[in-house]
């Protein structure tokens, strides 16, 4: 133990002598290592401060040696920093949009967002509505069909324009910025836009396009005035002569305001009385008031158990103003509550958005609407939500669940005789106002169905007419096509008389220039054969004359036709050849 620490004592005098003695002194001290492990801790030290001592060293005697070896960590520094932010700017490019709807829909399908083109077919039509989608929205892809659906049945009156409001690269996406998807909008010429907020059905929708189309009603008889003011309430009611001009004074503005009534329609209204927006209703807070003189019971969390659970039979809608669909019900509510008596049965509704209720009162969806039969509150029933909402559905419904042998019954929970009897009266009534709905429906079938005739006659008489007027066309094109083979034919034949004519007056342009000449030549002959015949006549005179004068030399000169000096008279052969050829050019000219 004293030599392996005299050896390490020695060690410590210094830095050399330890470094010398721990790399010879190894073997000797291999019983010191096995009982101080300190030692190899000691030992890795010291070589990293050799190796560091070594790299001092070397760079002192060889300064080039660490100005490399700094500008090559400075190179692989800037080379990693260059990869680094070559990585950041690696994009893949989105995919290009698709067609949202098929090639045959009768729907103009802007899939690349072009909000332009819109605006541009939307100034052209009269009555427009533009569907913006996502393409990767669930209820756009629900809607799409619902949308196709309208759109066949008003394509000739309405256009249809969808448009990928999400497609980055084009304008819609730019312009405009929805919170939701779909997002149907309505323009009626240079009016809207007038959005739908109603449920994504096609038979809602094309009755929502309808009264965009057509927002006002006419009434032209006072009995169909009787109807609106016993269906519609409230009512705005508009008195114009339509005798002296199809738009009288107010019109427009009258129509307009119709318009603008679909724009800032309220979609939760109760129809029957006009009352202040709810305020919220908690358990424990004071009762809202509301008027008294209504066909629908408005309940909140207050009058809930006073309302629902304690008196007759009760029908209860639950809805809340974000509901879209909710607003098409009131009609058929107000109905169901006119034709139902009032002392023994309600209808009332429910803000949920606005009332708290009870936990195993709560719906999980809007609307609903929930029966509750009198003395067996416990088994209220919820309205199917495959069946539609209708009148006559609501009114089966409530005749089949408020029947006591249609649930059942608990001896303890049996109903008294009073519900009895109010039950019964509720189904007389029932059965009273369904054969007199049943009797105006078949009225209304009844005269649907003579319509439906006068309609089947025009509609075959306007295919009659429309297949004459086609024939009528396909004769008169070709007609068309004859006459116009008839006006080239003729076209061509005047061309080729016209060269004709053309070359028949060069032709007599050359044969009078011809006869001129010729008549030129004619008259220079006439007076050179003149001049020949003067001098022969003057010749044959003189030798006439010498002949006589030598037979009859002492006779006087008889007398004879002047002769012109030194000239003979022509023989008679020579003179009666050119008074025969005189004769002839006189028959010529």
């Given at each position: 133990m004293s030599e392996c620490g005299g050896r390490g004592g020695g060690s410590s005098s210094s830095e050399d002598a330890e470094d010398e003695g721990g790399g010879g002194g190894g073997p000797a001290g291999s019983d010191c290592l096995s009982s101080s492990p300190t030692l190899a801790t000691a030992s890795s030290a010291g070589r990293l401060r050799r190796g560091l001592r070594g790299a001092f060293?070397?760079?002192?005697?060889?300064?080039?040696?660490?100005?490399?070896?700094?500008?090559l960590g400075c190179a692989l520094l800037l080379a990693l920093k260059f990869t680094c932010s070559r990585a950041k700017d690696v994009i893949i490019p989105a995919k290009p949009p698709v067609s949202f709807f098929s090639l045959r829909s009768p729907v103009l399908d802007l899939f690349q967002g072009q909000l332009d083109y819109a605006e541009y077919v939307r100034r052209d039509s009269e009555v427009v509505l533009l569907f913006f989608y996502a393409p990767w929205c669930g209820q756009s892809i629900a809607a799409r069909a619902e949308i196709e659906q309208a759109a066949s049945r008003l394509s000739d009156q309405v256009l249809f324009v969808a448009i990928n409001c999400w497609w980055n690269q084009g304008k819609c996406r730019k312009q405009k910025h929805f919170f939701y998807f779909p997002v149907i909008y309505l323009y009626h010429r240079s009016f809207g836009p007038i959005e739908y907020k109603g449920p994504m059905s096609a038979v809602y929708i094309e009755k929502f396009v309808r009264r965009v189309m057509k927002p006002l009603l006419y009434i032209p008889s006072q009995s169909e005035l009787l109807d609106f003011l016993s269906n519609y309430e409230p009512g705005v009611l508009g008195y114009f002569e339509f005798s002296g001009s199809p738009q009288p004074p107010g019109y427009l503005t009258f129509f307009t305001s119709a318009l603008h009534s679909l724009k800032k329609e309220s979609f939760i209204q109760n129809f029957s009385v006009l009352y202040s927006p709810l305020k919220r209703h908690l358990i424990g807070s004071g009762s809202a008031q509301f008027p008294?003189?209504?066909l629908i019971t408005e309940v909140t969390t207050d009058t809930f158990w006073e309302v629902v659970l304690q008196k007759q039979d009760v029908l209860l809608l639950y809805y809340a103003p974000w509901c879209g669909f909710c607003p098409s019900l009131n009609h058929i509510f107000i109905q169901l509550a006119r034709n139902l008596p009032m002392d023994t049965f309600t209808v009332a509704r429910i803000d949920v958005s606005q009332n708290d209720l009870p936990w195993e009162f709560m719906v999980d969806r809007l609307p609903t609407v929930l029966f509750f039969p009198c003395n067996r509150k416990d088994l209220s029933?919820?309205?199917?939500?495959?069946?539609?909402?209708t009148l006559p559905n609501l009114l089966r419904f409530i005749l089949h669940h408020s029947d006591p042998a249609s649930s059942p019954q608990n001896v303890a929970n049996s109903p008294t005789k009073e519900c009895l009897q109010s039950e019964a009266v509720l189904q007389r009534g029932h059965i009273s106002h369904l054969e007199r709905e049943i009797q105006k429906l078949r009225a209304e079938i009844s005269s649907l169905q003579r319509a439906q005739v006068q309609v089947e006659s025009q509609l075959s008489s306007a295919r009659r007419d429309e297949h004459r007027l086609r024939q009528q066309?396909?004769?008169?094109?070709?007609?068309h096509s004859l006459l116009h083979a008839h006006s080239e034919q003729l076209q061509a034949l005047y061309e080729q008389k016209t060269r004709e004519l053309q070359e028949l007056a060069r032709k007599l342009q050359e044969l009078a220039d011809a006869s001129e000449n010729l008549l030129t030549e004619n008259t220079w002959l006439k007076i050179l054969v003149a001049t020949m015949e003067r001098k022969l006549e003057g010749r044959d005179g003189a030798e006439s004359l010498a002949a006589q004068r030598e037979v009859h030399p002492k006779q006087p000169e008889p007398s004879a036709t002047p002769q012109l000096p030194g000239s003979s008279p022509p023989p008679a052969n020579v003179s009666a050849t050119l008074v025969s050829e005189r004769n002839k050019e006189n028959r010529t000219d």
């Amino acid at each position: 133990m004293s030599e392996c620490g005299g050896r390490g004592g020695g060690s410590s005098s210094s830095e050399d002598a330890e470094d010398e003695g721990g790399g010879g002194g190894g073997p000797a001290g291999s019983d010191c290592l096995s009982s101080s492990p300190t030692l190899a801790t000691a030992s890795s030290a010291g070589r990293l401060r050799r190796g560091l001592r070594g790299a001092f060293l070397m760079a002192r005697q060889r300064p080039e040696l660490l100005c490399g070896a700094v500008a090559l960590g400075c190179a692989l520094l800037l080379a990693l920093k260059f990869t680094c932010s070559r990585a950041k700017d690696v994009i893949i490019p989105a995919k290009p949009p698709v067609s949202f709807f098929s090639l045959r829909s009768p729907v103009l399908d802007l899939f690349q967002g072009q909000l332009d083109y819109a605006e541009y077919v939307r100034r052209d039509s009269e009555v427009v509505l533009l569907f913006f989608y996502a393409p990767w929205c669930g209820q756009s892809i629900a809607a799409r069909a619902e949308i196709e659906q309208a759109a066949s049945r008003l394509s000739d009156q309405v256009l249809f324009v969808a448009i990928n409001c999400w497609w980055n690269q084009g304008k819609c996406r730019k312009q405009k910025h929805f919170f939701y998807f779909p997002v149907i909008y309505l323009y009626h010429r240079s009016f809207g836009p007038i959005e739908y907020k109603g449920p994504m059905s096609a038979v809602y929708i094309e009755k929502f396009v309808r009264r965009v189309m057509k927002p006002l009603l006419y009434i032209p008889s006072q009995s169909e005035l009787l109807d609106f003011l016993s269906n519609y309430e409230p009512g705005v009611l508009g008195y114009f002569e339509f005798s002296g001009s199809p738009q009288p004074p107010g019109y427009l503005t009258f129509f307009t305001s119709a318009l603008h009534s679909l724009k800032k329609e309220s979609f939760i209204q109760n129809f029957s009385v006009l009352y202040s927006p709810l305020k919220r209703h908690l358990i424990g807070s004071g009762s809202a008031q509301f008027p008294s003189q209504h066909l629908i019971t408005e309940v909140t969390t207050d009058t809930f158990w006073e309302v629902v659970l304690q008196k007759q039979d009760v029908l209860l809608l639950y809805y809340a103003p974000w509901c879209g669909f909710c607003p098409s019900l009131n009609h058929i509510f107000i109905q169901l509550a006119r034709n139902l008596p009032m002392d023994t049965f309600t209808v009332a509704r429910i803000d949920v958005s606005q009332n708290d209720l009870p936990w195993e009162f709560m719906v999980d969806r809007l609307p609903t609407v929930l029966f509750f039969p009198c003395n067996r509150k416990d088994l209220s029933v919820k309205y199917p939500e495959d069946v539609p909402i209708t009148l006559p559905n609501l009114l089966r419904f409530i005749l089949h669940h408020s029947d006591p042998a249609s649930s059942p019954q608990n001896v303890a929970n049996s109903p008294t005789k009073e519900c009895l009897q109010s039950e019964a009266v509720l189904q007389r009534g029932h059965i009273s106002h369904l054969e007199r709905e049943i009797q105006k429906l078949r009225a209304e079938i009844s005269s649907l169905q003579r319509a439906q005739v006068q309609v089947e006659s025009q509609l075959s008489s306007a295919r009659r007419d429309e297949h004459r007027l086609r024939q009528q066309q396909r004769a008169l094109e070709e007609q068309h096509s004859l006459l116009h083979a008839h006006s080239e034919q003729l076209q061509a034949l005047y061309e080729q008389k016209t060269r004709e004519l053309q070359e028949l007056a060069r032709k007599l342009q050359e044969l009078a220039d011809a006869s001129e000449n010729l008549l030129t030549e004619n008259t220079w002959l006439k007076i050179l054969v003149a001049t020949m015949e003067r001098k022969l006549e003057g010749r044959d005179g003189a030798e006439s004359l010498a002949a006589q004068r030598e037979v009859h030399p002492k006779q006087p000169e008889p007398s004879a036709t002047p002769q012109l000096p030194g000239s003979s008279p022509p023989p008679a052969n020579v003179s009666a050849t050119l008074v025969s050829e005189r004769n002839k050019e006189n028959r010529t000219d």
